[in-house]
Structures are given as structure tokens and as C-alpha cells.
């Protein structure tokens, strides 16, 4: 199998260069204590010539790689008078290393079965998660998006071309209120949703203002399941959690 | 007498929301003996073993705690609207195992260990209170020493950080599952 190819798409599968070294050394079902630089760094190469588009961060992964290899490579080339003790070894520092890191790798995935099996269990403290601030793939996002967002709204309800008659005044305060009372009653608010029900511009931008002050206050949370999902808005629990 | 002892632990773990002790049962019982508690416990656990209960009392966190069983969470997910329950990333995962085996430890001890930085993954974990800070390393710069939680105990469903394997059953760990493991990695 080709894993070489399809490694773009998985990046959750490596978390750093030291990971990276040992996917390629595993590949090359080699002995760790006996790694072959100039195998492995072939094998960068080769990948690097295969490939069309650029991962900057998996690059710059592979470079760091590439260097530790050339650096103990030009350690070992060096003429010593002395054999080189083991701990100075840049060979060894390296196997260390990586039997740390394996160590650590062979830890997590026996952390994530023992998460598996404990995400099962239901205990009293944890509930109602859904309502927890820490559902923990969310992924809490910035004013910059949030705002981006409701310009996006804006600019397309313009596109419709509704034509309202002001006479209505909005409190802050008010919105404010309303955005509370909403969350209250609903488990959360689809950011989206809520404002494209807004009857003007006006109300819209009151609204979001209110929010923003909600949000800096740390009274409610927005929070989106990964990019270019729908933003929900929750109210934050811990306190009220933790009192009971 | 003994029952009625059952039946007042029973009580207790009932009520509370973390993981209640056995020295604190002792210290709310005191008008019994403390081989009596014990008993009292181990008979207590035996009855949600063997009966027909939709919940049963874990060992969990250096405690005691309701929990429901595991074969009902499909009904538990439907009853409270969720499809599925958060995982940590991986990144956290292999944060979380650096700090459990090499605790007390800095930020830039975890970062070197891993290869990557992971400033930002331990920030997230203390916010999940699942590490904690405990105190400042008398060396340059005196940076912060973190530790795993009471909460890292509960998540996992351990009793104490001993139940994690050692290291060294880590390594032997390693050497049998080195060849599937590696078809693993090959597949992802």
C-alpha cells in the first residue's frame, strides 16, 4: 500500500516531526535503534517530488527533519580522535528520544480506549453536557469571524432588496434582554437563523451589538462544530453547574 | 443494622457529584466502625453487580460514584438529544499522556518530548480542568510545573495515577504490538 500518497489528507496523523520520523521509519519496518539517514531521507525526497501542492507547516515539519538527519549524518562523518561516548552519540539521543515519544504515543491510544469506554458511562456530574461550554470538538470562535458572518448576512438581506419603514427604536439592553430569554428558553441559538430574522437593518446590527456585549461579558459563548458550520451561541453554564 | 448501613453509604454516593472517599464516608459516619464501613462498601458494590440496575457504583477518581452502564448509552443519547459525545483531539491525548508519565513537568519539557509546540493544546486541557498547575520550577526563567487533575482521573475512569501502566509495561506494550501497529499507522 502506497501510504505515501494519501498522507496529505490525514494529517491527524502525525502530530510533530518526531512523528513524522517514526511513521517513516515504521514504513521501513526498521529497527529504530538503527536508523538508516540516508534511507529515510530519500525516502523525504522522493515524497517531496511526488507531491504538486505544499503543506507549509508539514514542509517545514520535514525540513526539520531532513536537518537532524544531516546533522548526526556530518556528526558521524567527523574524524574523532576518541570513539564517541553512547550519550553523546547523536545517534542515540535521537533513539532516546523517539523511544520517549513512542512511549508517549503508546500511552495516548491506551488514554483514548479507557475515554472510549468512560464515555459510556454517564455520571450525574457531567450533565446536561450539551449545555457544557466545554463540548469538546467546538471550536470557539473569534469576533473577526462572528463579524464576517453577520456582514455576510447583511450584505445578502440588501440583495433582497426589502424596503422597511423605520419608526421603531432598539434598546441594547432590550436585544440584550430578548438574546437571554431566547437562550433560556432554547438550547442555543443558530446565529444565522436569528438574524436573518431581524426586521431591518437596524434591529440586525442592534442584536449583534448586543451579543458582542453578551460575549464579552462571558455570559454566553459562541461556538461552531468545525469551520464553515453553522455558529451556534450557547449560554454559559459552569457556574450554575458547579452550584448544584 | 448493617443493612440500614448499606442503605446510608448508598445514600451518601447518591448525593454526591464527585467521587466521595472512603475517608470521608468514615469521617461522616463516625457512630460506626470503620471494618464495618468497609463491609457495609463491599457488600453494597456486590448488590449493584449482580442485580438487575440500569446504574451501578463505580470506583472512579480515588472514589465511589453513580454511574449509569455502559449498554444503555445509546437511550441516555436519545433521551438528552446528543448524537455523540466530544472527544479529546489527539494532540491533547498525547499532551496528556507526556504530563501523566513525566509529571511535574514544563510547558517546554512537554514540547520537547512531543516534537511540537504545545502551548496552545495545554491551555485548552487546563481550561477542561484536566491538568493543573502546581506551582514554578526553581530554574531559569521559573516556569510552570503542571500535573494531571483529580478531573484526569475521572475522564478516564481511573482510580489513581497508578492505574496507568508503568513504563516499563509501556515498552513491553510496544514490542508485541509493533507489527500491527504498524499496518495501523499505514492504513490511517
Known amino acids: ?244 | 443494622m448493617e443493612n440500614r448501613l448499606k442503605e446510608i453509604i448508598e445514600s451518601l454516593i447518591f448525593i454526591s457529584l464527585e467521587p466521595l472517599t472512603l475517608e470521608k464516608i468514615k469521617s461522616v459516619l463516625t457512630e460506626f466502625k470503620q471494618e464495618e464501613i468497609e463491609q457495609a462498601i463491599k457488600e453494597l458494590l456486590d448488590t449493584y453487580v449482580s442485580n438487575e440496575r440500569g446504574i451501578q457504583i463505580i470506583h472512579s477518581g480515588g472514589g465511589l460514584l453513580f454511574s449509569t452502564k455502559p449498554e444503555h448509552d445509546s437511550f441516555i443519547k436519545r433521551l438528552l438529544k446528543i448524537e455523540r459525545k466530544g472527544k479529546l483531539s489527539s494532540a491533547a491525548l498525547e499532551t496528556l499522556s507526556a504530563i501523566a508519565y513525566h509529571q511535574p513537568i514544563t510547558l517546554a519539557e512537554i514540547s520537547a518530548l512531543r516534537g511540537v509546540d504545545s502551548s496552545s493544546t495545554l491551555k485548552t486541557l487546563l481550561q477542561k480542568r484536566l491538568v493543573k498547575i502546581v506551582g514554578r520550577k526553581k530554574s531559569p526563567g521559573n516556569p510552570l510545573i503542571y500535573r494531571t487533575s483529580e478531573k484526569f482521573l475521572t475522564y478516564f475512569g481511573l482510580n489513581t495515577i497508578k492505574d496507568l501502566p508503568s513504563p516499563e509495561e509501556l515498552s513491553k506494550i510496544l514490542d508485541e504490538e509493533d507489527i500491527p501497529e504498524e499496518e495501523d499507522i499505514a492504513e490511517q
Do not use: C
Open chain 1, 1 to 244: 500500500m502506497d501510504a505515501s500518497t494519501d498522507y496529505q489528507v490525514k494529517l491527524e496523523v502525525f502530530q510533530g516531526p518526531l512523528d513524522l520520523l517514526l511513521f517513516l521509519i515504521r514504513k521501513k519496518k526498521i529497527d529504530i535503534h538503527d536508523i538508516p539517514i540516508a534511507t529515510v531521507t530519500r525516502e523525504y525526497l522522493k515524497y517531496l517530488n511526488q507531491k504538486e501542492r505544499i503543506n507549509l507547516d508539514r514542509e517545514a515539519e520535514f525540513l526539520l527533519i531532513a536537518a537532524l538527519l544531516i546533522y548526526i549524518k556530518s556528526q558521524m562523518l567527523l574524524p574523532r580522535e576518541k570513539p564517541l561516548e553512547d550519550e553523546k552519540d547523536p545517534r542515540q539521543i535521537l533513539v532516546n528520544r523517539l523511544l520517549d515519544y513512542q512511549r508517549i504515543k503508546a500511552a495516548s491510544s491506551l488514554l483514548r480506549e479507557k475515554e472510549e469506554e468512560e464515555l459510556l458511562k454517564w455520571k450525574r456530574s457531567f450533565l446536561p453536557h450539551l449545555l457544557q461550554e466545554d463540548a469538546m470538538d467546538y471550536i470557539e470562535i473569534s469576533l473577526f469571524d462572528l463579524g464576517e458572518s453577520f456582514f455576510v448576512l447583511m450584505k445578502k438581506k440588501e440583495r433582497e432588496g426589502i424596503k422597511t419603514i423605520k419608526g421603531k427604536e432598539y434598546s441594547l439592553e432590550e436585544k440584550m434582554k430578548e438574546i437571554l430569554a431566547f437562550l433560556e428558553a432554547n438550547e442555543f441559538l443558530d446565529f444565522l437563523d436569528y438574524f436573518s430574522q431581524a426586521e431591518s437593518f437596524e434591529e440586525a446590527l442592534v442584536s449583534f451589538l448586543g451579543l458582542l456585549e453578551l460575549i464579552k461579558a462571558r455570559i454566553v459563548i459562541a461556538l461552531q462544530e468545525s469551520h464553515f458550520q453553522p455558529i451556534k451561541v450557547w449560554l454559559r453554564r459552569k457556574e450554575r453547574l458547579t452550584n448544584n
